[in-house]
């Protein structure tokens, strides 16, 4: 449990408009060593010494690593991890002006998909805009935020299209795959099926106006999902757990990988 008047302590901090709780403690779908994934919405110039300052006075080690935005890459960017009481809890920065135009973008239909590190798919930008329709608002003195979560609780229509006929993608993959079959490019192959994978989740979420916060659990969360082929989790996670490397093993999963595909997207 984090100290009860942490959030508003953070909001204290100057450029810090609100403390979210996101992760799998904000959907209840948490265990109990689960972390405290905190989402620090700021604006403007962020008081780091200050947060410094306040994670030296709550965190087991005071001498905690906190960084300045844009530290940890272009879309996560930036916070610092502590233990507090024995507990892991993520600081975790979000530009709210960019996370607003984020929300526009999805509004018009509109995407990107960003290189950040610890995410092997790429960081979906719409993430944003699910992350605080999903999460649980700890700190909000202006209710800004709130307002927010209000407007993104209905997934936009116009990103489920354009998601939808983002999974063009796939057959480009496929053939891509399929010429690194014959040399035995297990690794290529393998890279390539993660993405094809990968992009069948988005299609599916999208179709059924759900949003998708992360790579991790995407397969299991997609195979619950009312439009899924039946068997879809289990049918992905043996095409990615089994590849092969011999030509005709992979040729063998490409075949698998291709009849999945056709499945989803028709």
């Known amino acids: 449990m984090i100290p009860a008047d942490l959030p508003e302590r953070l909001c204290a901090v100057g450029g810090v408009v609100a403390v979210a709780l996101g992760g799998s403690r904000a959907r209840g779908e948490h265990r109990p060593d689960s972390d405290w994934d905190l989402g620090l919405y700021y604006r403007g110039p962020l008081d780091v010494p200050a947060l410094r300052a306040l994670a030296a006075s709550v965190a087991d080690d005071p ?32 530009d709210l002006d960019r996370v607003h135009q984020v929300w526009a973008d999805c509004r018009a239909g509109r995407y990107e998909v960003g290189v950040q590190p610890g995410h092997p798919l790429g960081f979906y930008s719409h993430v944003y805009a699910g992350e605080v329709a999903r999460c649980r608002i700890l700190a909000d003195p202006t209710g800004e935020l709130t307002a927010l979560r209000a407007e993104t609780s209905t997934y936009p229509p116009e990103l489920a299209a354009a998601l939808a006929a983002g999974g063009w993608e796939v057959d480009l993959l496929l053939a891509g795959a399929a010429k690194a079959v ?10 390539c099926l993660f993405r094809v994978v990968g992009v069948l989740v988005q299609v599916l979420h999208a179709r059924a106006g759900r949003w998708l916060l992360n790579e991790k659990g995407m397969i299991a969360s997609a195979g619950r999902l009312p439009g899924a082929p039946p068997q879809f989790a289990d049918r992905a996670q043996a095409l990615l757990g089994a590849v092969g490397r011999t030509p005709e093993e992979l040729a063998a999963t490409m075949a698998t990988g291709r009849a999945l595909a056709a499945e989803v997207l028709g």
């Open 63 to 94: 001498d905690v690593g906190i960084g300045e935005p844009g530290g940890w890459g272009p879309w996560v960017d930036g916070g610092g991890w502590l233990r507090i009481g024995g507990v892991a809890v993520d600081w975790i920065y979000r």
């Open 182 to 191: 014959p040399a035995g490019d297990s690794g290529y192959v393998a890279g």
